[in-house]
């Protein structure tokens, strides 16, 4: 098994489960080290015993290592990995991973390696499936944080500034605002002006209202902010945590109302940390139906439908991604 790119508490508890599984039939259990650059080099991958998977069920992160992708864009690439698979003799891999991870895995099931995806990632965007190994997890962190700051911006009546994750969806900050209780959402998916988020502050403020929380997924298009270029991770997506939109925002927003303004920036502190129960229970039923499926080889994932966990495919999970509905984005504005 792999898992890759970024990583999401909830990862352990699949290692867990597949391994579990897997001894339990007889199967030799390998986990490939650090993403999958542990396919390219002879010595990185380790045989996990019935005592490496003891314990590890309320550990965040993930036993075996996480990287980015590297960039693999050329056939070259593709075959080495293959060359892993081969000399590793695994009869199926089993990979943990979001969007850019599934789509690599994608590509090695249809050079006809047999590969079976799990969803896993806290920004929630990978396609037909109801859950995303981390995201529960990840959404409870935000929660807190928005109910810390509500009491802290309530008593210096201040405006409370809470960057979360998101770059290309803005699902952690729409149900966090929600959850928690945001004022003014600021989303990838719905571009918005700094004039229209002071405009809002101004008007809670005309209407009595003291304090506000304004929360924005740090990939949200915010016009009217002068912005530097932002810099690339190994991987060729924007770091965006290097953006930091929310400070920006909040010193924007001081300068234009007057209000005292300050930026709370969650960063990994989403991606650490324990599983809350669901991911946990979900990462093991998935973990092990993903395992049942790889010795059967009926399926190239697993995904969760209708609330159960269910045979799917790759191509269902990397062909789109799930964005935040209007409809969803309009109930945050509306009850904000
Ligand atoms: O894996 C997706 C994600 O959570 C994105 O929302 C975010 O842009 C990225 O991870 C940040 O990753 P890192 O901090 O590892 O660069």
Redesign the pocket.
Same mark, same amino acid.
């Given at each position: 098994m792999v898992t890759a790119?970024?990583d999401a508490p909830g990862l352990n508890a699949a290692i867990r489960a597949i391994g579990r599984c897997a001894l339990d039939e007889g199967d030799v259990v390998v986990g490939v080290l650090n993403g999958w650059t542990g396919l390219l080099e002879p010595e990185d991958h380790r045989v996990l015993g019935a005592a490496d998977l003891s314990g590890i069920l309320p550990l965040g992160g993930t036993i075996i290592g996480s990287s980015?992708t590297p960039p693999l864009d050329d056939e070259g690439s593709l075959h080495r990995l293959i060359v892993g698979v081969e000399r590793l003799e695994l009869d199926a891999l089993i990979t943990i991973g979001?969007d850019g991870t599934l789509s690599l895995a994608r590509r090695l099931s249809e050079a006809g390696v047999r590969v079976v995806g799990i969803p896993k990632?806290? &920004?929630f965007d990978v396609a037909g499936t109801e859950v995303c190994i981390g995201f529960d997890s990840a959404l409870a962190v935000v929660v807190e944080a928005l109910d810390r700051l509500h009491t802290t911006a309530a008593s210096h009546h201040s405006v409370a500034v809470l960057e979360t994750?998101?770059?290309d969806t803005g699902w952690l900050a729409a149900l966090g605002g929600l959850a928690g209780g945001a004022d003014v959402v600021c989303l990838p998916e719905f571009p918005v002006t700094i004039d229209d988020v002071a405009e809002q502050l101004l008007a809670r403020r005309q209407a009595g209202k003291l304090s506000s929380i304004v929360i924005v997924a740090?990939?949200s298009p915010i016009g009217g902010i002068d912005e530097p270029p932002i810099p690339l &991770?190994v991987s060729g997506?924007p770091?965006?945590?290097r953006r930091a939109i929310g400070e920006r925002i909040a010193t924007s927003i001081e300068s234009m109302t007057g209000f005292e303004s300050r930026a709370t920036v969650l960063?990994?502190l989403q991606?650490g940390g324990s599983p809350v129960a669901t991911d946990r229970v979900w990462a093991t039923r998935l973990g092990a139906a993903a395992l049942a499926v790889a010795r059967e080889g009926t399926a190239t994932a697993v995904a969760v439908r209708g609330g159960a966990v269910t045979p799917a495919t790759l191509q269902e999970l990397t062909d789109s991604r799930p964005h935040v509905p209007e409809s969803l984005y309009k109930l945050c504005c509306l009850v904000g």
């Amino acid at each position: 098994m792999v898992t890759a790119g970024g990583d999401a508490p909830g990862l352990n508890a699949a290692i867990r489960a597949i391994g579990r599984c897997a001894l339990d039939e007889g199967d030799v259990v390998v986990g490939v080290l650090n993403g999958w650059t542990g396919l390219l080099e002879p010595e990185d991958h380790r045989v996990l015993g019935a005592a490496d998977l003891s314990g590890i069920l309320p550990l965040g992160g993930t036993i075996i290592g996480s990287s980015r992708t590297p960039p693999l864009d050329d056939e070259g690439s593709l075959h080495r990995l293959i060359v892993g698979v081969e000399r590793l003799e695994l009869d199926a891999l089993i990979t943990i991973g979001g969007d850019g991870t599934l789509s690599l895995a994608r590509r090695l099931s249809e050079a006809g390696v047999r590969v079976v995806g799990i969803p896993k990632t806290i &920004d929630f965007d990978v396609a037909g499936t109801e859950v995303c190994i981390g995201f529960d997890s990840a959404l409870a962190v935000v929660v807190e944080a928005l109910d810390r700051l509500h009491t802290t911006a309530a008593s210096h009546h201040s405006v409370a500034v809470l960057e979360t994750m998101g770059r290309d969806t803005g699902w952690l900050a729409a149900l966090g605002g929600l959850a928690g209780g945001a004022d003014v959402v600021c989303l990838p998916e719905f571009p918005v002006t700094i004039d229209d988020v002071a405009e809002q502050l101004l008007a809670r403020r005309q209407a009595g209202k003291l304090s506000s929380i304004v929360i924005v997924a740090e990939g949200s298009p915010i016009g009217g902010i002068d912005e530097p270029p932002i810099p690339l &991770d190994v991987s060729g997506h924007p770091q965006m945590a290097r953006r930091a939109i929310g400070e920006r925002i909040a010193t924007s927003i001081e300068s234009m109302t007057g209000f005292e303004s300050r930026a709370t920036v969650l960063g990994h502190l989403q991606r650490g940390g324990s599983p809350v129960a669901t991911d946990r229970v979900w990462a093991t039923r998935l973990g092990a139906a993903a395992l049942a499926v790889a010795r059967e080889g009926t399926a190239t994932a697993v995904a969760v439908r209708g609330g159960a966990v269910t045979p799917a495919t790759l191509q269902e999970l990397t062909d789109s991604r799930p964005h935040v509905p209007e409809s969803l984005y309009k109930l945050c504005c509306l009850v904000g």
